[in-house]
């Protein structure tokens, strides 16, 4: 009667777009996903570390970074100082070693509170799908394509969805949580 196909996939999407700017908040463990997002002027264009260098996570607060072309390794230094995420770099004979200080509780109450920023926009976009899979389902029964009860239906389908949908990033949130409170 109704393809709940695209909001599924928008559902899937916005899970994986919350997973990933989950993975670039830092934790007090190092993790090379926070560099994700770090861009580093070289050979006349903005590229990741992951396109210039190695990327190994030494112990539980280094992250060491080996570039391919010792060329670029202040450049990388100085785009890691500048991204302002609260890491402290010292370079060595292969490369930079990155270090993560050990986080206030200032500095993480700050981190949760993106948390939260995130957590709110990954609910806009789903009720923001909701929304358009409501219209739909309500023009398809102006149209004569199914009858009122129908429509109320799908309309506690798509709820289920979505509510499913809030608790995985709920979840998804409270273990980042808890992980930069640890």
Do not use: C, H
Not at 62 to 72: A, C, G, L, M, N
Not at 92 to 119: A, D, N, W, Y
């Amino acid at each position: 009667m109704f393809n709940f196909g695209d909001l599924k996939e928008k559902i899937k999407n916005v899970d994986d777009w919350f997973a990933k700017e989950l993975s670039s908040i830092r934790t007090g463990r190092a993790t090379p996903a926070v560099l994700d997002f770090v861009e580093v002027l070289a050979y006349g264009q903005k590229m990741s570390i992951k396109e210039l260098a190695n990327i190994l996570t030494e112990d539980a607060k280094t992250i060491r970074i080996e570039p391919w072309d010792q060329s670029v390794a202040k450049e990388i230094e100085k785009a890691i100082v500048s991204s302002n995420l609260g890491l402290s770099v010292a370079p060595f004979e292969k490369g930079l070693r990155v270090i993560f200080p050990e986080l206030t509780s200032e500095r993480r109450e700050q981190f949760v509170k993106i948390v939260k920023g995130k957590l709110e926009e990954a609910r806009a976009s789903l009720r923001s799908a909701r929304d358009k899979t409501w219209k739909e389902i309500e023009e398809k029964e102006k149209l004569g394509g199914m009858g009122e009860d129908d429509k109320f239906r799908l309309k506690t389908d798509m709820q289920k969805l979505i509510d499913d949908g809030n608790k995985k990033l709920d979840e998804m949130a409270a273990k980042k949580e808890a992980d930069i409170r640890m």
